[in-house]
């Protein structure tokens, strides 16, 4: 069983930053490929980024690629997302996940979701 919270979300400016930050309780924390969703008003949830195991393999969404980072900290059972030149089409709730797998899609297969942080993005 993981427990995962999300914090970081706000209200910034087109062209502005956040930083996404999700705590994991459980000790099979470093187990897990972690990864990041988020749900728009009227759409469904869709996939932002994922890391692995070993911090070293990412994978990311082709509308976040080259201004969003996701790493992890697993000393800390933490995960992180860098979001820079962010537009109002990141408007949205995002969602930390654990033991993601990619099937024709990522998903969690275990169905361990956090509640999810608002980001708000001006123009």
């Known amino acids: 069983q993981v427990q995962l919270v999300e914090s970081g979300g706000g209200l910034v400016q087109a062209g502005g930053s956040l930083r996404l930050s999700c705590a994991a309780s459980?000790?099979?924390?470093?187990?897990?490929?972690m990864g990041w969703f988020r749900q728009a008003p009227g759409k469904e949830r869709a996939f932002v980024a994922a890391i692995g195991i070993g911090q070293f393999i990412t994978y990311y969404a082709d509308s976040v690629k080259g201004r969003f980072t996701i790493s992890r900290d697993n000393a800390k059972n933490m995960v992180y997302l860098q979001m820079n030149s962010l537009k109002p089409e990141d408007t949205a709730v995002y969602y930390c996940?654990?033991?993601?797998?990619?099937?024709?899609?990522?998903?969690?297969?275990?169905?361990?979701w956090g509640q999810g942080t608002q980001v708000t993005v001006s123009s």
């Open positions: 459980g000790r099979t924390f470093s187990r897990y490929i």
């Open positions: 996940a654990a033991d993601l797998i990619r099937g024709s899609s990522w998903y969690s297969r275990n169905d361990y």
